[in-house]
């Protein structure tokens, strides 16, 4: 099955730029979505086919997708954006939705 | 904007079968491409998708669950349904119903979850 990686943590100053990976082979290919959780509340989508953003998400979240490797980046750091994130893509190979392992951020 | 809430038992025992229901508000749960799908997470730990469901009552289930799982949807009342049998302890994850976009592949609305407790 289709495997999405992340490094499970990235910490970042405030005001400074947080990216986050994600491999998978081949993932260019696909539409990658990314997913931010703060304890205790549910997956919130910030980024949505590689680069779109849903209505209410700071153009500070924006996204990228080539090769093997996604990412998202998170300029201007806030306290705020201190959280889980999870990138996601369904794998029409075997119609399953597939999410990334997971990464904390950590604003220093 | 539509909603989404989990409601089922908090604690079920090993063996036994786990109900959820999702209520959907603020929209229709028969429109067009959206794919009302249930997510888990187990303690600390990343997401999973279980399977999803259509309004007219198609499924398709993650293979690893496959087995135990059966879902089913309710229109008039607004509510689509997990069961989860022959439950273990490895059961034990936060449940989330999620609503997959009609345009694409992303889940764009979620149920706050229920966190699920399997033990005897």
């Known amino acids: 099955s289709y495997v999405l990686t992340q490094p499970p943590s990235v910490s970042v100053a405030p005001g400074q730029t947080a990216r986050i990976a994600c491999g998978g082979n081949n993932i260019g290919s696909k539409s990658v979505h990314w997913y931010q959780q703060k304890p205790g509340q549910a997956p919130v989508l910030v980024v949505y086919d590689d680069t779109d953003r849903p209505s209410g998400i700071p153009e500070r979240f924006s996204g990228s997708n080539s090769g093997n490797t996604a990412t998202l980046t998170i300029s201007r750091v806030e306290a705020g954006d201190e959280a889980d994130y999870y990138c996601?893509?369904?794998?029409?190979?075997?119609?399953?939705?597939?999410f990334g392992t997971g990464t904390k951020v950590t604003v220093l | 904007q539509v909603q989404l809430q989990e409601s089922g038992p908090g604690l079920v025992k090993p063996s036994q079968t786990l109900s959820l229901t999702c209520t959907v508000s603020g929209g229709s749960i028969s429109s067009a491409g959206y794919y009302w799908s249930w997510i888990r997470q187990h303690p600390g730990k990343g997401l999973e998708w279980i399977g999803y469901i259509y309004h007219t009552g198609n499924t398709y289930y993650n293979p690893s669950l496959k087995s135990r799982v059966t879902m089913s949807v309710d229109t008039s009342k607004k509510e689509f349904s997990l069961k989860l049998g022959f439950l273990t302890v490895a059961d034990t994850a936060v449940y989330y119903c999620a609503r997959r976009d009609s345009s694409g592949s992303y889940f764009d609305s979620w149920g706050q979850g229920t966190l699920v407790t399997v033990s005897s």
């Open positions: 996601q893509v369904w794998d029409s190979g075997s119609g399953h939705y597939v």
